[in-house]
């Protein structure tokens, strides 16, 4: 019987077919390469790789090297003049766009390594130009303008020069990724301005001090960069858009996804709508309208409870007029998928009066909203997440309030605060994990932006004080995976649009630092109006990531795995 992702991917094909370019997400540029790999295995050695143009000292060795398997072979470049450096030039077709991987092994790296996309077959230079230099086990990647070098940043622990790592280049006329160990570095730098790409061009740094050994293994070119997967779950009308998506899967398997439809990011006349797929997200069905009250309920989220019971959260705000006013957190039930909901019922909090309208201006009375589902206890209990402020501190916190009823009433007098100081806490999202303990991860106006983490081991009865992660997180979720570990995504405010990126926190009890730089892109709309992802564990290892693009009024389904993730 064919395995679940191999059924998945032809039933995949198939969808596609019928679905326009334009539903398809935008280039994440981080899906895994396509495209023919030359392993040089089979190429006589002692000469340069055939087909490719060289200059120097450049040849197909023997490289059964740093646990590489016997009878491997590469490109080797051999820098030992001080007078003139060795080149590789490997000819592609014209394209507008390129992807290439490679693996690399310096045995002897006292000077850098030139990696570029050149215009044309005779190019030297290249249209993008990256420098790779060594400092200890660090790389130092920059970019080169046409007449001076750009630092993009470094890539930590490479040990260049006793293991084999992957370089990766994704370039369009107009912005490239380079990725070194999986750590990416955007760009727009350019050596020089080409419609097209003909080349991958390797070079030596220079010609003194002398000191490369270089080898160059499972050399791949493609003239696309890939996307990851993705199909169409929703459209909104013309003059709408679709934002802050929410997603479960019901316990048939059916996926549940609920989401705002609106005109702008703030305002009224917002309504909530429901999609659900029945196939792994290979198709979706027509929305149905679960709320649309006078004014704005906004953040849709869902939690499957124990019984079966679908529990949708959200926030109900009025924007049309200053100031502002948020009239706080609801929850709806549904006992049949989300066909159809119950009236809604407010959660109590002690940021506001709990009792409608917060009053004047939204920082200085009073207010509470949420921005992550509810999540159950193994007692029964149901906590609730949310943030605000208090009528007489304009200090946003994050807090935490409790249901003892299934979500039927909820006590003010149990809200316990999360975080609050000199930052703003914002949007706490809260996972509990196998053994019980319970992670809160919570947004933050920190400088520069990062998430902050606080943890429970009594239920969410007390908390420890919140730390900063090195992930800089806006708008996140999280999703506790089959085997205990977290799938995180999340807006990232220091790319360029803030485009959805993911993490695999394969330990979630112990720390999340070091990860960030290895993060995943997922999903960019190219609009910084974009981020609030949800995501859903498909079958183990299989994973789909709800995005939107408010210009195309789209919202896409975007599949990826567990090997799409660094450890």
């Not at 270089?214 to 960069?225: H, K, N, P, Q, R």
Request: net charge negative.
């Amino acid at each position: 019987m064919a395995k679940p992702r191999l059924r998945r991917l032809a039933a995949l094909a198939v969808v596609l077919l019928t679905v326009a370019l334009s539903s398809v997400a935008a280039p994440a540029m981080a899906a895994p390469f396509v495209g023919a790999v030359r392993t040089f295995d089979s190429e006589s050695t002692g000469s340069a790789p055939s087909g490719c143009s060289s200059v120097g000292v450049v040849s197909v060795e023997s490289a059964a090297l740093a646990g590489a398997v016997a009878g491997n072979r590469a490109a080797k470049l051999v820098d030992a003049s001080s007078t003139s450096f060795p080149r590789l030039v490997c000819p592609h077709a014209a394209s507008a766009q390129k992807s290439v991987t490679m693996r690399l092994l310096a045995t002897q790296m006292d000077i850098g390594v030139i990696v570029a996309l050149g215009a044309s077959p005779s190019d030297t230079i290249g249209s993008w130009r990256f420098s790779l230099t060594r400092s200890g086990t660090n790389i130092a990647i920059a970019a080169y303008n046409g007449s001076s070098w750009i630092a993009l940043g470094t890539a930590p622990n490479v040990s260049p020069t006793t293991r084999w790592f992957e370089l990766r280049i994704d370039a369009t006329s107009t912005n490239a990724t380079i990725e070194v160990d999986r750590v990416r570095f955007p760009t727009t730098v350019r050596a020089a301005a080409s419609a097209t790409m003909e080349s991958i061009i390797i070079n030596s740094a220079g010609t003194a001090p002398v000191g490369l050994q270089l080898f160059i293994d499972d050399l791949g070119i493609a003239s696309t960069v890939p996307a990851f997967t993705a199909v169409v779950a929703a459209t909104a009308p013309v003059g709408d858009a679709i934002r802050f998506p929410g997603s479960a899967k019901l316990p048939d398997g059916t996926i549940v996804v609920a989401y705002n439809e609106m005109p702008g990011h703030s305002g009224s006349n917002s309504v909530i709508k429901v999609v659900r797929s029945a196939d792994d997200g290979l198709t979706w069905s027509a929305p149905i309208v679960a709320i649309d009250p006078l004014y704005d309920p906004r953040g849709p989220n869902l939690t499957i409870l124990s019984d079966g019971t679908l529990l949708m959260t959200y926030f109900y705000a009025k924007w049309d007029t200053f100031p502002y006013t948020i009239y706080g957190t609801y929850t709806i039930r549904s006992s049949d998928g989300g066909l159809s909901w119950s009236s809604p019922s407010l959660v109590g909090t002690q940021m506001t009066c709990a009792c409608g309208p917060a009053g004047s201006g939204i920082y200085s009375t009073g207010w509470a909203a949420q921005k992550a589902p509810i999540v159950e206890l193994a007692s029964g209990d149901l906590l609730a997440p949310l943030y605000g402020t208090t009528s007489t501190d304009a200090r946003e916190r994050a807090t935490v309030v409790r249901s003892s009823d299934g979500g039927v009433t909820w006590d003010s007098a149990s809200e316990v605060t999360l975080g609050v100081g000199a930052i703003a806490y914002q949007e706490p999202y809260l996972t509990v994990l196998p053994t019980g303990e319970i992670v809160a991860t919570i947004r933050t106006t920190s400088t520069p932006r990062r998430l902050y983490i606080a943890r429970s081991f009594d239920d969410g009865y007390t908390w420890t004080a919140p730390v900063a992660t090195d992930i800089p997180a806006e708008s996140h979720s999280q999703t506790l995976l089959s085997d205990g570990s977290i799938l995180f995504t999340y807006g990232n405010p220091e790319r360029a649009g803030r485009p959805t990126e993911g993490i695999i926190i394969d330990d979630p009890s112990g720390s999340w630092d070091g990860r960030a730089i290895r993060a995943t892109p997922i999903y960019d709309s190219g609009i910084w109006d974009q981020g609030n992802p949800t995501s859903i564990e498909i079958d183990p290892g299989e994973f789909l990531t709800i995005g939107y693009n408010v210009t195309n009024r789209t919202m896409s389904a975007i599949f990826t795995a567990r090997g799409d993730y660094a450890g």
